[in-house]
Nanobody, 121 residues
Framework: QVQLVESGGGLVQAGGSLRLSCAAS????????MGWFRQAPGKERQFVAG????????RLADSVKGRFTISRDNAKNTVYLQMNSLKPEDTAVYYC??????????????WGQGTQVTVSS
């Protein structure tokens, strides 16, 4: 299975921006839809954004519409999540994962280590 490594998280003030990256090793993921998920302590992991194999179709959770943008560069085996106008509610560990294009649900298999995003007020 493709190995995915998330990076780019950090501490930022409310209203600030961060750009997360999800880099794949091993096989390329150009044929797969990808998604970003996040999980805060004590809460279930939730879907944040998804992108089709060629980037032609994207979906954003209502809570991040207008603020986040998902993109991909298949030549670099990398998926990005540009996060603007960050809010404290965005604080979570962010993960990337292959998803089913029809439902945006994550495929089976292990999750990566994720990257921590902390937004202070």
């Amino acid at each position: 299975q493709v190995q995915l490594v998330e990076s780019g998280g950090g501490l930022v003030q409310a209203g600030g921006s961060l750009r997360l990256s999800c880099a794949a090793s091993g096989r390329t993921f150009s044929s797969y839809a990808m998604g970003w998920f996040r999980q805060a302590p004590g809460k279930e992991r939730q879907f944040v954004a998804g992108i089709s194999w060629n980037g032609g179709n994207t979906r954003l959770a209502d809570s991040v519409k207008g603020r986040f943008t998902i993109s991909r560069d298949n030549a670099k085996n990398t998926v990005y999540l540009q996060m603007n106008s960050l809010k404290p509610e965005d604080t979570a560990v962010y993960y990337c994962k292959q998803v089913f294009p029809s439902s945006w649900y994550p495929l089976g298999g292990s999750w990566g280590q994720g990257t921590q995003v902390t937004v202070s007020s």
